[in-house]
């Protein structure tokens, strides 16, 4: 008897099937979560696409430049170049001064907060769209309603207003007005939105960008950096109580605590610091890659060239 001829479309939805599916968390931290860079580029090695990346403050932020189609290295390279560079940021910052002083007032003085959707729309590169429809990958970007004290998750509408939302650090950044709500910086209810993975994919990632301080701990903080270490200990707190509730597959901790909030000037610096994660993540994917359990095996498909 001739053995049935092999079917090419049956194999074909058979690899389609077998291939696990991956969602991502990025966190909040401030320039900390630059080392989110690390963790685009290592899954663009593996040529994973994530099927829904949540990100909160500056996890939004990555996390949407990734879901607009940028690859690690492109973000890498802009960010480097926009922010990187104090000349290049002050110019960028300059650009943004109000033409006349009746436009500086027109919305009265606000001593030490910013429009951060300016910012953005300033730091970002051209590349992101406008809104939530054009992104290539589903985000969804974690803000807190100030008023009503609870998380809201912005995942359709206009992306710039959101991801200021999400990033709105209180007394550095001006909240947010989104649907009649007050929001602001979502990384203060939920630092790294895991649990809005759940059930979404095989594999499920977390990074977490808090940190914790560092330094002499014999010697008392000064009050800048009690205040930097009291928003850390909060987060780390909820992060704790979180994972006890449910975990990813794949929790990520780059070493970012000695940086602080705002210290995007030093983004070289701390790519540079926070690179070991590379090889965390990529010893990770290989373990969870190789399970015979999960049916697959090696690398989701070819690295890109």
Known sequence: MLADAPNPDAAKSAAVHSTPTVSLALGGGGARGLAHIHVIEVLDEFGIRPKLIAGSSIGAIMGAAMAAGLSGKEIRGHTLAAVGRPTEALARIWGLRPATLADAWSGGLRIGQFNLERLLRAFLHPQMPERFEELQIPLKVITADFYEQCE????????????????????????????????????????????????????????DVVGKPTGDERAIPNSIDSLYGASQLTMRSMIALKLKQCQPDIFLQPEVGR?????FVRAKEILDHSAGVRDDLKRALDKRLARPSGGFSGQLSQPPT
């Open 152 to 207: 809201r998750v912005q995942e359709s509408g206009s992306l710039f207003p959101a991801l200021a939302a999400s990033a709105a650090l209180p007394a550095v950044f001006l909240p947010v007005r989104i649907g009649g709500r007050i929001l602001i910086d979502g990384g203060l209810w939920n630092p790294v939105p895991f649990d809005h993975l759940v059930g979404t994919a095989d594999i499920t990632i977390g990074v």
């Open 259 to 263: 940086f602080r909030v705002l210290d």
